[in-house]
């Protein structure tokens, strides 16, 4: 049976349909099938989350939110399609997933933050999912933990949207509330 198709977008549904909907999706169990590596996947993984095998775009939604559900990090680093039978690396240019929309209920320590992701998966920042910022010469790079060792960059407009909303909390460090927890908007 085919996965139902994810929410165009975050505004029709509550945050508590939202938490719901993150926590009601189930991940295969990649973390503990460990198959010998077979190689290369062919498949690339660009800096604004366009999936890509051998050089085209992979034009199917449905094949990259396949894919996306059997991706893990190894402790190396290096990301991996896993199967119970076979285990492809994948190049991953900064993050596998792209934070594409954020929807916020509440202010301050009583705020929840839900983002949508481009592969239609939500998650709702919190102590599983914290948010993070790195500095680099090109300047910041927000993250939110999608999944152990596995990203979400936080598109430009969304990150812009966080920073509004953390610039008018007037918080000192800058930085906003999310399911319990502080998440500061700037590197430590």
């Known amino acids: 049976m085919p996965a139902p198709e994810p929410p165009a977008d975050l505004s029709t549904l509550s945050l508590a349909a939202i938490a719901r909907l993150a926590a009601e999706k189930k991940l295969p169990p990649v973390e503990r099938w460990n198959p010998g590596h077979c190689g290369h996947s062919a498949i690339r993984i660009a800096r604004d989350g366009t999936w890509f095998h051998e050089g085209s775009p992979i034009g199917r939604m449905a094949m990259?939110?396949?894919?996306?559900?059997?991706?893990?990090?190894?402790?190396?680093?290096?990301?991996?399609?896993?199967?119970p039978v076979e285990k492809l690396d994948i190049d991953v240019e900064d993050a596998?997933?792209?934070?594409?929309?954020?929807?916020?209920?509440?202010?301050?320590?009583?705020?929840?933050?839900?983002?949508?992701?481009?592969?239609?998966?939500?998650?709702?920042?919190?102590?599983?999912?914290?948010?993070?910022?790195e500095d680099r010469d090109d300047g910041p790079h927000p993250y939110l933990t999608v999944r152990p060792g596995i990203?979400?960059?936080?598109?430009?407009?969304?990150?812009?949207?966080?920073?509004?909303?953390?610039?008018?909390?007037?918080?000192?460090?800058?930085?906003?509330?999310?399911?319990?927890?502080?998440?500061?908007?700037?590197?430590?």
Not at 172 to 180: C, H, R, Y
Request: hydrophobic content about 40%; aromatic content about 10%.
């Open 64 to 83: 990259v939110r396949l894919f996306s559900t059997i991706l893990r990090r190894e402790p190396d680093g290096r990301f991996m399609l896993v199967t």
């Open 151 to 188: 990203d979400a960059l936080i598109a430009r407009p969304v990150y812009y949207e966080l920073v509004r909303m953390a610039l008018d909390e007037e918080s000192d460090p800058p930085g906003l509330w999310s399911d319990g927890r502080f998440f500061p908007l700037e590197s430590a």
């Open 96 to 133: 596998p997933f792209v934070a594409v929309e954020m929807k916020s209920e509440g202010r301050e320590q009583d705020r929840r933050l839900a983002f949508r992701l481009n592969t239609g998966d939500m998650v709702v920042a919190g102590s599983d999912h914290p948010l993070r910022v």
